[in-house]
């Protein structure tokens, strides 16, 4: 089976620097997503990592070890529109996606 | 549109009644996912087609759910039976094709349904 943890809840404050931690256990690997799913809405999608090391796209960076089963997705200069759901999805064996409970952030002013 | 659409948006059952959900994916699209959404969680995977193949089902959580996509693009999630455990937001996603090393799914608004 697989198993994904990400943090419940986080708070940050408008111009900050947050960091959204995702553990998981699978049996293969083929690689991991993050998706921003504001509520009542589609989650869209923020970056993949494939193999270890560091991914920056803009405000947003994601990292993978995957010898730990560890990945953050680090958001910088925090705006208020980035208050939403994260997700943390692992694609593993088959073609779907298996995802984390989500980590809803609120940023505050 | 550019987009995944599903229709409707939301969805009241009485329980016992039997709904179906619709899904258009984008344009050329080969692969079509159906998850399931509870609230406060993260999607859950239903079932998987690779044009009109259904490859994967291994997802749907009793016999009561059935989907079909007969032509390899419009697909229809139908629950029979609705049961009020079945309350979810049902997404729909569609990716390009299959491939090895890179597999991003576009998600469609999800359909919300309300057993009552």
């Known amino acids: 089976g697989q198993n994904i943890d990400q943090p419940t809840e986080m708070t940050a404050t408008e111009g900050a620097i947050v960091q959204i931690n995702c553990t998981y256990q699978t049996s293969g690997f083929n690689g991991l997503f993050w998706y921003q799913q504001h509520a009542g809405e589609a989650p869209t999608f923020l970056s993949y990592n494939v193999l270890d090391g560091l991914e920056e796209k803009g405000r947003f960076s994601s990292f993978l070890s995957r010898s730990k089963g560890y990945s953050y997705l680090l958001l910088k200069e925090l705006q208020m529109k980035d208050s939403a759901s994260y997700l943390c999805a692992v694609w593993a064996g088959r073609r779907a996606l298996t995802f984390g409970s989500g980590t809803r952030l609120q940023v505050q002013p | 549109g550019a987009g995944v659409s599903q229709s409707p948006r939301y969805k009241v059952a009485k329980r016992g009644q039997d709904v179906a959900l619709r899904c258009d994916p984008i344009s050329g699209h080969v692969s079509l996912f159906w998850y399931q959404q509870a609230l406060g969680q993260g999607p859950e995977f239903l079932t998987y087609f690779q044009n009109e193949a259904q490859l994967d089902k291994s997802g749907l959580p009793s016999d009561r759910f059935f989907a079909e996509r007969p032509e390899g693009s419009v697909s229809t999630l139908k629950i029979q039976r609705t049961q009020q455990e079945d309350s979810a937001v049902y997404l729909c996603?569609?990716?390009?094709?299959?491939?090895?090393?890179?597999?991003?799914?576009?998600f469609g608004p999800g359909t919300r349904l309300t057993v009552l």
């Open positions: 996603a569609s990716s390009l094709k299959f491939e090895r090393s890179y597999n991003e799914q576009f």
